[in-house]
């Protein structure tokens, strides 16, 4: 006999549906249930039903994804080389008017009684190329060509270095290992160089 959390589940199928392809996470429908979410995950390995339409709900979303990832990473190269676009202005167009009986209207003189009127006009433009596009995807897709800072790493160890020259100079100094001078002194000439010898 089925207990009252899988009646649940059997009888709420078809919103369990919606909901997984809708995007909520299980969690979230074990609480639309008014379940714990560790009964939810029981229950998910027992009602073969709820682990199939689970599963296909997943691939269709990690699907979705994927295609709308495909379509920014499309937009990302476009905003890195620039485009034309098309863009839809409205503009002022003087245009004769018409009588009831689709006749060009005239003044008393005969001239042409016009009306400003907005129509809708398509005009294609150039989007210029945007370096902080460019920037982003050189760094992301050519690493090994292009750094935020190139020098950094070599900046960074040679500080590394340094800093762990200092500390073993400072000890020494600390346990008197080297003689005459103080620690000011070591440290000083640690940093100009001059103490490689004794470390």
Known sequence: MASKNEEKIYENMKSLEEWAFAGLSQKEMAEMLGMAYSTFRKLRGEIPALSALLKKSADFLKAE??????????????????????????????????????????????????????????????????????????????????????????????RVANDTKRTKLAEQAASGGVSGKTIEEILEEAESGGADAEV
């Open 65 to 158: 994804q994927k295609k709308e990832i495909e379509k920014v990473e499309v937009s990302l190269l476009n905003r890195c080389l620039g485009y034309n676009a098309d863009i839809r202005k409205h503009m002022k167009v003087k245009k004769p008017m018409l009588g009831a009986d689709g006749k060009v209207l005239t003044d008393a003189n005969g001239k042409v009684i016009t009306e400003e009127v907005l129509e809708e006009v398509t005009e294609q433009q150039h989007v210029p190329a945007d370096v902080g596009a460019i920037k982003f995807y050189l760094l992301n897709k050519a690493k090994d060509k292009w750094k935020e800072n190139p020098d950094r790493l070599e900046l960074e160890k040679k």
